[in-house]
C-alpha cells in the first residue's frame, strides 16, 4: 500500500492540530429555549451554559466535545448574547448538529457580525474549537484561468459537443481525433466491456517526454452529470493543443502525465439525455444494474468499478493527485467540492474555492451568502466512493469537483453555462498541478 505523500505537512491540515479556544470561551448560566420553528438562547442564573464564539466570515469553524459536555445544542445568533440581561433571549438559528462518529459537526460563518453559541447541560471544559479561513472578503493573489467561449453541448454544428451523443460518439469525435495528432503523445487502451457485456470502456495515457508527476482524472461517473465528462474532455484537448510558454495548460502539457478514463458509466451516458425528464434523467444516473457506481468501490459488484481499479491499479505508485468530474443542481451552492481531510493540498483548494467564489459573484451568480456546507469535508470519504477507494487503499489524495447547475446558472448545455463549467474544473485542476510541479 502506498504510504502517505511526503508533501503532508502539519500546517496543511484542513484545521490547525491543536485547540486554538479553551474554557475561556465558556459563560456560566446560558441554556436553549427551542421552539417550533425558532430557537433561542437564554440567559438564566443556576446550571448550564454555553460556549460564545465571535464568527469572522468566510470562517469554518470545526467543533469537538467530550461525553461530558451532555447534550450539546449549537446555534448563530446577530448579536452577543453575554450582554443579555437574566431572562433575557436572543433568537438565532439553529446549527445542524448531526454529530459525526468522532463527536464533532462543522459550521461555516456566512455574515459578519455572527455569534456561535454551543450550549451545554455538562461540564465547560470539553467543547474545543478549531478554525480555518474559507473564503476571504477578497479574491486571492494570482493569475487565473478565464476561458473564452467553450461552445455549447446542444448542436455538433460549429459548437463544442452534442450531450446528446453516446459514450462512443464521446470517444470517436472528442477523444479520437487527438489521438491521431498526437501519437506519440496519446494511447488507449480498452479496458473492457461495462456490465451489460456491450458498451466498451476505454482508458487513456498522456505521456510527456520528461514528467514530473502522474495525474489520475475520471468523468461520467455519474452520466446525467453531462458538464462533468464533457469539460474533462475539452481540458485534455486544451492541454494537448497549448503552445505558449506561460500557458498553464502548456506546463501541464510539459510536466504532467495524465491518465484519464473519459466515461465511467458508459451505458448511462449513451441512453437518451432528455432535459424536460427528470426522472428519467435520475435513472440514467446510475448504471444499467440500477447501481450508483459512486457508491461501487467498497464492495466492487459492477464491471464498470472493476474496470476503473484495474486500469488505477497499473498507475497507482507513480500517481500524486486524481480528481473525478461531477456537477451539481444543489440550489444556493454556489460553488462545491468534497475532499478528504489531511489527503489533499487544502490551502490550493481553498484559494481555488475563495477564487471561484469572487468569480461567480462577479459574474451575478451568486450572493455573499453561498451554501459552502460541502466544502469543510472534514471527514474521511467511505471506500464505497471512488474518492474514499483511491485514497483508503492508494494514499492518492483525491477530490470530487462539483461544478453546479442550478436555476440561476447558466443551463448547463448552453455556451455561458459550459464554459463555467471548464473555468471552475480547468482552475482546480491548473492549482493542483502546479503544486506538484514547482514543490
Given at each position: 500500500m502506498k504510504t502517505i505523500p511526503r508533501y503532508h505537512i502539519e500546517e496543511d491540515r484542513p484545521f490547525l492540530p491543536k485547540d486554538i479556544f479553551s474554557e475561556d470561551l465558556y459563560c456560566p448560566g446560558f441554556v436553549p429555549v427551542e421552539a417550533e420553528e425558532t430557537i433561542s438562547v437564554k440567559r438564566v442564573s443556576g446550571t448550564g451554559g454555553a460556549f460564545v464564539l465571535k464568527g469572522e466570515f468566510g470562517k469554518c469553524y470545526e467543533v469537538k466535545f467530550a461525553p461530558e459536555a451532555g447534550v450539546v445544542t449549537a446555534m448563530f445568533v446577530q448579536g452577543d448574547p453575554r450582554a443579555l440581561d437574566e431572562n433575557e433571549t436572543l433568537t438565532g438559528t439553529k446549527v445542524n448538529c448531526d454529530f459525526d462518529s468522532q463527536d464533532r459537526f462543522m459550521y461555516v460563518c456566512r455574515s459578519t457580525p455572527e455569534y456561535l453559541v454551543i450550549c451545554v447541560s455538562g461540564k465547560g471544559a470539553p467543547v474545543y474549537i478549531g478554525e480555518r479561513t474559507i473564503l476571504q472578503e477578497t479574491d486571492t493573489a494570482?493569475?487565473?484561468?478565464?476561458?473564452?467561449?467553450?461552445?455549447?453541448?446542444?448542436?455538433?454544428?460549429?459548437?463544442?459537443?452534442?450531450?446528446?451523443?453516446?459514450?462512443?460518439?464521446?470517444?470517436?469525435?472528442?477523444?479520437?481525433?487527438?489521438?491521431?495528432?498526437?501519437?506519440?503523445?496519446?494511447?488507449?487502451?480498452?479496458?473492457?466491456?461495462?456490465?451489460?457485456?456491450?458498451?466498451?470502456?476505454?482508458?487513456?495515457?498522456?505521456?510527456?517526454?520528461?514528467?514530473?508527476?502522474?495525474?489520475?482524472l475520471t468523468g461520467g461517473v455519474h452520466s446525467n452529470e453531462e458538464a462533468g465528462y464533457y469539460a474533462l474532455a475539452k481540458l485534455m484537448q486544451m492541454i494537448c493543443d497549448a503552445t505558449e510558454e506561460d500557458d498553464p495548460f502548456r506546463i501541464?502539457?510539459?510536466?504532467?502525465?495524465?491518465?484519464?478514463?473519459?466515461?465511467?458509466?458508459?451505458?448511462?451516458?449513451?441512453?437518451?439525455?432528455?432535459?424536460?425528464?427528470?426522472?428519467?434523467?435520475?435513472?440514467?444516473?446510475?448504471?444499467?444494474?440500477?447501481?450508483?457506481?459512486?457508491?461501487?468501490f467498497g464492495d466492487v459488484t459492477q464491471q464498470e468499478t472493476k474496470n476503473v481499479?484495474?486500469?488505477?491499479?497499473?498507475?497507482?505508485?507513480?500517481?500524486?493527485?486524481?480528481?473525478?468530474?461531477?456537477?451539481?443542481?444543489?440550489?444556493?451552492?454556489?460553488?462545491?467540492?468534497?475532499?478528504?481531510?489531511?489527503?489533499?493540498?487544502?490551502?490550493?483548494?481553498?484559494?481555488?474555492?475563495?477564487?471561484?467564489?469572487?468569480?461567480?459573484?462577479?459574474?451575478?451568480?451568486?450572493?455573499?451568502?453561498?451554501?459552502?456546507e460541502k466544502i469543510p469535508g472534514s471527514y474521511y470519504k467511505a471506500s464505497k466512493y471512488l474518492e474514499g477507494r483511491i485514497w483508503n487503499e492508494f494514499g492518492v489524495p483525491t477530490i470530487t469537483v462539483e461544478h453546479v447547475i442550478n436555476s440561476t446558472f447558466p443551463h448547463r448545455f448552453s455556451e455561458e453555462g459550459f464554459t463555467l463549467a471548464v473555468e471552475t474544473y480547468g482552475n482546480f485542476l491548473i492549482q493542483n498541478a502546479l503544486f506538484f510541479i514547482q514543490r
Open positions: 494570482g493569475d487565473w484561468y478565464i476561458p473564452g467561449p467553450m461552445g455549447s453541448l446542444t448542436d455538433p454544428d460549429g459548437t463544442f459537443a452534442n450531450y446528446r451523443w453516446t459514450a462512443q460518439q464521446v470517444i470517436d469525435n472528442l477523444y479520437e481525433p487527438y489521438r491521431a495528432k498526437y501519437p506519440g503523445y496519446i494511447s488507449r487502451t480498452h479496458l473492457g466491456k461495462d456490465q451489460t457485456g456491450q458498451f466498451d470502456m476505454y482508458g487513456y495515457v498522456y505521456t510527456p517526454e520528461t514528467y514530473k508527476t502522474t495525474f489520475f501541464l502539457r510539459q510536466n504532467v502525465r495524465f491518465v484519464v478514463i473519459p466515461v465511467v458509466n458508459v451505458w448511462g451516458v449513451s441512453q437518451e439525455h432528455n432535459p424536460a425528464d427528470e426522472e428519467a434523467r435520475k435513472r440514467i444516473r446510475r448504471n444499467s444494474e440500477d447501481v450508483d457506481l459512486n457508491r461501487d481499479l484495474a486500469f488505477f491499479r497499473q498507475y497507482a505508485d507513480s500517481t500524486e493527485f486524481a480528481m473525478d468530474f461531477h456537477n451539481s443542481g444543489k440550489e444556493n451552492c454556489s460553488l462545491w467540492y468534497n475532499f478528504i481531510n489531511n489527503t489533499v493540498n487544502s490551502q490550493v483548494n481553498y484559494k481555488v474555492t475563495n477564487h471561484m467564489y469572487h468569480r461567480l459573484m462577479e459574474l451575478g451568480l451568486c450572493d455573499k451568502t453561498p451554501n459552502m
